[in-house]
């Protein structure tokens, strides 16, 4: 007992290049304090004052669930669509090498310097019945703007660089000498990709997974210009809670936000209670 307590001791001890523990620890408090926990708990207490009555009656309005599977289940979609194509844009940028790869991999991380507001435009500029992509659909039935499709379209869009920034270090370190040792005993591509690349990249890609999936669950600015913003057709709960704003509806807004922050949660704690398990699994 007293050698774990001499070790603990030890290891709080350690030197470090930060000014110490102590005045490191407050300042991550307080500063994580000013900056996450005071806002969600200002909204938390304001919804607190509504009682459980109050806040059941405003979580189960038609329109409020119905926003909500409408933004669960679009988020789901471009989640899902970016996990595979992300780790193929992911996949080709680490590990071949072609004219303008450079560009592609800056042209990546564009939607995190593009305002989402003009992302938006642009989108539902695209896809809208008389724009260069939207014209080409009409005909043959195929409507994207002012659909779910164009919200998962928007989502897609924004959410692709959280897949490829967090899959694509992960595929860098990879050792190739196992898939090379692979091929010579007579694998084929496909069996040493699901067999040996796959499991070491899955953890990441259910990180990467995780985080654009709460992006698009947030996601406002892009969406609002291209979904069409219908009750119980394509509008998401952001769009929702600046609407109840608009009307003064305080009460409602945080009632709603607190609901979409319940939700968030206990979908990310699953995603990394598997992810959690997917490590364990494959030794990770």
């Not at 642009?122 to 008389?130: G, I």
């Not at 659909?147 to 860098?172: D, N």
């Not at 969406?223 to 913003?229: D, H, P, V």
Request: net charge neutral; glycine share 10%.
């Amino acid at each position: 007992m007293s050698a774990s307590l001499a070790g603990a001791r030890i290891k709080w001890r350690q030197p470090s290049i930060l000014p110490g523990f102590v005045p490191s620890l407050t300042v991550t408090l307080v500063w994580l304090g000013i900056i996450v926990i005071g806002p969600l708990g200002v909204m938390l207490w304001f919804t607190a004052g509504l009682g459980w009555e109050g806040f059941f009656d405003i979580i189960t309005r038609p329109r409020v669930l119905g926003d909500l599977w409408v933004s669960l289940y679009t988020a789901l979609m471009a989640s899902l669509v970016n996990a595979g194509f992300g780790l193929l844009v992911a996949w080709v940028l680490t590990r071949y090498e072609f004219p303008g790869r450079r560009l592609a991999d800056a042209l990546v991380d564009l939607p995190f310097a593009l305002p989402t507001a003009v992302a938006g435009i642009a989108l539902s500029t695209l896809y809208a019945p008389n724009g260069w992509i939207g014209a080409v659909l009409a005909p043959l039935g195929i409507h994207i703007a002012f659909t779910p499709a164009g919200i998962v379209v928007a989502m897609m869009f924004i959410s692709l660089p959280f897949i490829v920034r967090t899959v694509q270090p992960v595929i860098q370190d990879l050792e190739v000498e196992q898939e090379e040792a692979a091929s010579l005993m007579g694998a084929s591509p496909a069996q040493i990709f699901l067999r040996i690349s796959l499991p070491a990249i899955f953890p990441s890609l259910l990180t990467g997974f995780a985080l654009a999936f709460a992006r698009c669950l947030g996601e406002y600015g892009s969406i609002i210009f291209i979904a069409g913003n219908k009750p119980f057709i394509s509008e998401i709960v952001p769009v929702l809670i600046v609407a109840q704003l608009d009307q003064f509806d305080y009460e409602g807004a945080t009632a709603i936000g607190t609901l979409m922050l319940g939700v968030s949660f206990l979908l990310l704690l699953a995603i990394n209670l598997l992810q959690a398990w997917v490590r364990r699994r494959h030794g990770g």
